[in-house]
């Protein structure tokens, strides 16, 4: 395409890097065809306006809305300075969109706000009603002054209708409301969408103008949406098929008529089986049979069947599984228990199935649907009429509904039954849940990828391919992919040959001596800082503490449940100083390193997932969907981990001027260990150029290695440090 191509228009800077305008024709002449693309880029290929701008181009033509989604927090941010720029281009109408409970002004939930929004609306309406009347009746009154005796008939009638609407709204006034929901119908709103729309506005900053004003943002902003030519969302908003249906009548357009680029898209397989999967509580069903037997309703007792059945059953199955100290053992996180047989439904079922008695398990379930539908609806009447507080939820229509899709649904394939045990903290109680967990995230992608005009997945790690199509159920897509732009000569790239971390190894003297030496060297010879990732928490405080006891330099620390944006600033304040942290934390994606914040980094062993039930579960889903006796492990745990590793490694070099090394720390990786190791060698899994780049190294010579490199480049303020 030409220097003049129609999407230049919405290029906000003078040249697109290297790549980029070859990336952006090829987007653009897929989105007109409605393909899909699989868009994979290192740092500097310019990923989001590859995409966003020939999607812009392509809606601008076709009347369509773009929608970006990510669930980085940060790309939540760049992608906001992206579309600021390009609005000082080429206008567009753009919004950010966050859910409810992050805009609410009295935090309230979801039920709660639709009555409150319902009842909100009763009483305007009915003002509004009331002043109509008031207008005509002073109208009829002046007309039968007049000696119109028809008119004051109609104004008899007009009086009787004021008064009914007189006590409506004593009635009305006695329910709950929302004021801030009463400004937007009451109020001049124009001043807000024009402010709105005069550049791109953060979540933030509608929170704080629309309480300024006394208005509810949220709301508004639904009313905004329609027709807008880009929408920045989380993943939920899409991934959510109710939430997806109710986003896109807000925003005006059927699902064809959308373009959907999906950032960090490698994120997308976890958070579809997220999204798909299913779970309630034992506290659930506590509250439902308290519920039940509130009412005197004759069809409690069928419903009580059910639910108390299955509720006895799930403390069953998980009692049975506790051994000697294993209560007590369990923490506050959920612990799960394998419940999934082989040939023969799950123990729970089976428990269940035993303990059932009654006049039929579908008929009971019926009676507890229909009964907790119209428990449901008298806890929104009771809220709506003032005479709750808040918006009850029904504990009943959530049981029954989890349990008939148990029942139904639990053999399904790509379904995996579990049961999970907790302490709560505040009480010491021991309690548990049962899941419906998703194997298959096409069950949810593949719907949504049929249903829109065309889609981007773009991330700096979705190779393989043929991977991602399958896993995603996307259907011949477009793919590309670009390496790193930056000088090649300005970073190294190690496999160093320190023995495999295998689990079984990892306490082996021997081999923590040698791992710990090698990471001392690599972090002593770093000019500036080191970003260390290992394959657990756990790891990297061992390693953290043996590098305490010899290295002059600051250790930082990532531990768990911990915020780590202090943390990171610390890190990144210092100079020469050392950060340790899990392959699988927050800083191993999504957080940048730039300039002098990281120099090198070291990927510290293969960082595969706990090898849990529901990963072999997913391990056979894989082999049954796309059958190949390896074809779980390949996709379910060595690709996903290998990109969990490809990720940490962008963390440096994040422009043309940074200077780094890149380091993983096990054989596993190099190329000469492949055939001794077999299936355990992940060097293969790397994409073609990146193996490429990857250099093998003996542990003891990679100081060596390292001293030439950064002194080739003068990384050294004063003297290097002794090899």
């Not at 937007?184 to 300024?212: C, H, K, M, Q």
């Not at 428990?351 to 379930?365: A, K, N, V």
């Not at 003297?509 to 060297?521: A, M, N, R, S």
Request: with cysteine.
């Amino acid at each position: 395409m030409s220097e003049t191509a129609g999407y230049m228009r919405f290029f906000p800077y003078d040249q697109p890097y290297e790549n980029q305008r070859e990336a952006m024709d090829r987007i653009h002449n897929a989105l007109t065809r409605g393909q899909n693309v699989l868009f994979e880029g290192a740092c500097g290929t310019g990923k989001t306006l590859s995409s966003l701008v020939p999607a812009l181009e392509v809606a601008r033509e076709q009347d369509k809305t773009v929608v970006i989604t990510t669930n980085v927090h940060q790309q939540m941010r760049q992608f906001v300075a992206e579309a600021r720029a390009i609005t000082r281009e080429e206008r567009i109408r753009a919004v950010v969109f966050k859910g409810k409970s992050s805009m609410c002004h009295i935090d309230v939930g979801y039920e709660e706000c639709q009555a409150l929004r319902d009842n909100t609306r009763a009483v305007v309406d009915t003002e509004d009603d009331k002043r109509q009347l008031e207008r005509r009746q002073r109208e009829l009154l002046a007309e039968s002054q007049d000696g119109d005796g028809g008119a004051a008939d109609a104004r008899s009638a007009v009086m009787d209708e004021l008064e009914n609407l007189d006590e409506r709204l004593e009635e009305l006034e006695e329910q709950n409301v929302c004021d801030y929901y009463r400004n937007n119908l009451t109020e001049e709103t124009d001043d807000f969408f024009g402010w709105l729309f005069e550049d791109v506005r953060t979540p933030e900053e509608i929170y704080e103008y629309a309480d300024s004003q006394q208005l509810c943002g949220y709301e508004l902003l639904k009313e905004g949406l329609e027709g807008v030519d880009l929408v920045v969302c989380n993943y939920h908003h899409l991934l959510d098929s109710t939430i997806r249906q109710q986003f896109f009548r807000w925003l005006g357009r059927d699902p064809e008529d959308v373009i959907v680029v999906f950032d960090e898209a490698h994120n997308v397989e976890d958070a579809a089986r997220e999204h798909a999967t299913r779970t309630c509580s034992e506290r659930t069903f506590d509250s439902a049979l308290d519920e039940l037997a509130d009412t005197d309703d004759p069809r409690a007792e069928d419903a009580g069947n059910a639910l108390s059945a299955f509720h006895r059953a799930l403390v069953e199955t998980y009692e049975g599984t506790f051994g000697f100290g294993d209560r007590e053992a369990i923490g506050e996180n959920w612990t799960d228990i394998s419940i999934a047989n082989e040939n023969r439904r799950d123990d729970l079922t089976l428990e269940f199935l035993q303990r059932y008695s009654g006049r039929g398990i579908d008929d009971d379930l019926e009676a507890a649907m229909e009964l907790g539908q119209e428990l449901d609806e008298q806890y929104e009447e009771a809220y709506r009429e003032g005479e709750t507080a808040t918006r009850t939820e029904c504990q009943t229509l959530q049981a029954a509904a989890f349990v008939s899709a148990w029942l139904d649904e639990g053999t399904a394939e790509g379904l995996y039954p579990v049961v999970a045990v907790t302490r709560d903290a505040g009480t010491d109680e021991v309690y548990g849940r049962a899941e419906l967990y998703s194997c298959l995230p096409r069950q949810v992608t593949g719907r949504l990828f049929e249903e829109v005009s065309s889609t981007v997945l773009m991330s700096a790690t979705l190779q393989p391919f043929d991977v991602t199509e399958s896993v995603l159920g996307l259907e011949e897509p477009i793919t590309m992919a670009y390496g790193l732009q930056f000088p090649e000569d300005r970073r190294r790239t190690y496999a160093v040959e320190t023995p495999p971390l295998f689990a079984s190894d990892r306490d082996d003297p021997d081999v923590q001596e040698t791992v710990t030496e090698t990471i001392h060297d690599a972090v002593r010879i770093t000019p500036g800082n080191t970003l260390a990732f290992f394959p657990n928490y756990g790891e990297a405080e061992r390693y953290a503490d043996r590098l305490e006891r010899r290295s002059e330099k600051t250790v930082y620390l990532d531990e768990p449940g911990t915020p780590v944006e202090e943390l990171r600033q610390r890190f990144v304040a210092d100079d020469g100083a050392v950060l340790c942290t899990s392959l699988w934390g927050t800083l191993a994606e999504g957080v940048s390193f730039d300039g002098d914040d990281a120099t090198t980094v070291l990927g510290v062993g293969v960082p595969y997932p706990h090898l849990d039930d529901r990963a072999e579960a997913v391990q056979e889903a894989y082999d049954a969907a796309f059958e190949g006796t390896e074809t779980g492990w390949r996709y379910a745990v060595e690709i996903p981990t290998v990109r969990k590793t490809r990720q940490a490694l962008g963390r440096v070099i994040r422009s043309p001027e940074d200077v780094g090394v890149r380091a993983l720390l096990d054989r596993r990786y190099s190329r000469s260990a492949k055939p001794d190791l077999g299936r355990y060698s992940v060097n293969s899994t790397f994409p073609h150029e990146e193996r490429e780049e990857l250099l093998d190294i003996d542990p003891e010579k990679l100081k060596f290695a390292m001293l030439n490199f950064y002194g080739d480049h003068d990384a050294y303020d004063g003297d290097p440090p002794a090899p």
